[in-house]
């Protein structure tokens, strides 16, 4: 397929998936940690650092951490390129940029939600019941994807929506955790109510919770929450799963095409996921573990990269192709 | 798309006591109606439709006109994106009653565009080969080589079975006789048809009932038809032949048809900067690599088609692609520099290149033209500017003219300055009375003003859409129907004949 095409169905899906992870979070923090008096710096401040916007929101706000202050930024500011509304903005962008690719019931969801948040029912919905404000963009971003599955063809495009679905959800479950690391007691259950709320919060983050008490009974430790996110093949959300499920993906993508292009995506991918598998079982805790998610984030974004330059972006490799094609017919 | 379709036996009738839709409906004096006689009683053959459409009360008619617009808002059948940073996207308005044309009436139709495009055709390989039409004193040189249309880069150039036009889109109006002429050629990069399409899917499903009983010659076939036509003229084998559409990208007005060609088409949609030349031949990039472009069907302006050849600047195109083009490698579809059979200059001697080329008289006439460059037409032209309507040659979406019964004698003794200084940048024609058709306008139906673009594809042959986009003059009195300037658009159902 079209090579920036494959870029618009990469992207589109990775900001819905942004732009619905970002409503998850918003919604657990708001609502799931109840009867927990914790300041509001200690709340909301995480999510900040979750989508990278640290500098900018001090640039804008300063010490403003008022949970009013941040959940408008995160949701409605359009300098936040991380933004609820612009996320749904680029995902409806790279939608109409490729219409003829992607089926019309993905573009009519994303369209239709990016016209409820443009217009007033939208708006009015976040004043009056912000909860369900947030679950509906979450359900359109199910929405979205399910779509994807029922009513796209299963070849190459879907296979790059999934691939950029799968590494952006890896990324957000990494710096997810990694916000919260420093909460996690190296030894023993968790106990302590306000620590056990944000870990609960963590696993709703994920779409974990039941998942996890399907799982594992009685009161958590750190160590098994950890693993449970990291590892957990089962789960749709976990760092393993997902990279998984992009290298089906990846692979899916190299079969149609030539050998020359996706060596050095597929390279890094299988270096991550053999990193990955050694750890398995092994949960960290601590520095480690941040040390342990800083190097999972920074990954994925070198592999997103590089997918970006040996697919979207490959003007030279393409005519190195053609150069060497022609130098070999030459030579025959 | 999605849309709440009411079953057949839910159709309503009007309320008791509401008037029907198109009673007391009054149509302009001394201008022709496309539905209604100048008394007030429905035309012959629209007389069914008429009554049909009549059991429709106001409400319910009201209830069906949005259900149009949302499900065409929802699929984003839009334009005249990025007004502002929001985003804003319009529908191109669309009207509900139908524009309704005999099986008559649309077989002389039908065969005077295929000989008029016959004839531009043959116009424009005589003009990029021997020039006998010039040779033979039939047009002016002056008229060719004066205007921006002509590219002297491609003197020379065939392009494939010798087809500069493969689609054409042929603006006709009615005058108040009845008789269709031809206002305009399109033979660069007519847009449009998307609409036709969407228009009619809209309506099929908003008034099912109406719709089978007017017997209405289908249009679905244009995206089949297309295909065919652009992949006769492939210079390698239909079955190693690729397809593109080309456009400027997201941010041009017409992105949504050329997103809707190449979707119905079951082709690529490509922008300038996905395609490559190496050694005379065009690739996209893909994914596995790149792949040789065999056709494309560029919505790109010439100008900016290859800026090693025409606009340095242009970030749209191609590098190399006219070069490509020049060695038959592949065809660009319609052909570079087609411009210069389609301006305004060149229209008032169609009826001659049609009489020159296949010794046939025209089928379908056109307005008539005066010629500013000739000075006793010019004098002329001066002397009635308040009855005319002036346009520069080289202004197109009615943008640069003048339209005198309208215009104050300010703008008039303006508009003589502009004309006494360049006579050879404008041409002059009376105004004719368009023709008016119902149109649905706060809720009630009145008399509009109509044009018809109908598209014609060429190959190895022609075929015309049956019907074309009507455009429509929502505002009362006028006469523009540009979609930049006001107006709308309507189904048109081209009647399948007499016979069962």
Redesign the interface.
Known sequence: ??????GNCFWLNRYMERAAGMARLLRVNRSFIPGVDLPDLHRWHPLVVVAGEEERYKRHFGEDENGETVQEYLTWDRRNSTSIVESV?WAR?NT??A??TVS?EM??TV??LW?WL?SGPGRRLYRSDRDHFYQHIRQMGELFHGQADETMLNG?PLA?MRLGRYLERAGQTARLMDVHYHTFPEEGPIDDPIRLAQWSALLRSCSATEPFQKRVFGTPTAREVVSFLLFEQDLPRSVSHCLRAARHSLVQ?RG???N??GMVSTALLEALLSHVALREGHAIVGTELHEELTYLVDSVSDLCGSIEQE?FQ??EL??Q???EE?SAAAQQ | ??IFMPADHELTVGLAGESGLLDGYAPLPRTYDELFRGDGTPRDEVADLVSELGHFGRAEFMTRQKLAEGAL????VTFSVYSDS??QEKIFPFDLIPRVISASVWDTIESGLIQRVTALNMFLSDLYGDQRIIKEGKIPESVVFGTAGYLKELHGMRPAEGVFVNIAGIDLIRGSDGNFLVLEDNLRTPSGVSYVLENRTVMQRVFPRVFRRSRVRPVESYAARLGDALMSVSPREPAESRIVVLTP??FNSA??EH??L??QMGC????G??L?V??KRV????????EQVDVIYRRIDDDFLDPRVFNEASALGVPGIIEAYAAGNVTLANAPGNGVADNKAVYPFVPDMIRFYLSEEPILGQVETYICARPKECDHVLANLQSMVVKAVDGSGGYGMLFGPRASKEEISEFADKLRDDPEGYIAQPVVELSTCPTWIDGEAAPRRVDLRPFVLTGKSSWVLPGGLTRVALRAGSYVVNSSQGGGSKDTWVLEGSSP
């Open positions: 397929m079209i090579s920036r095409v494959a903005r962008e109409r940029t219409r003829e019309s573009w009519e369209n239709s016209h443009q190459e790059f993508v149609y095409g030539s020359r292009i697919f490959s003007t393409q005519t192709i053609l150069a022609s | 798309m999605l808002f929802r699929g984003g929001r985003g990208g997201p992105y949504f997103s809707f190449a979707r690529d949609l490509v922008q900067s996905d490559f190496h050694d690739f996209v990039k893909t994914t596995s690599g790149p």
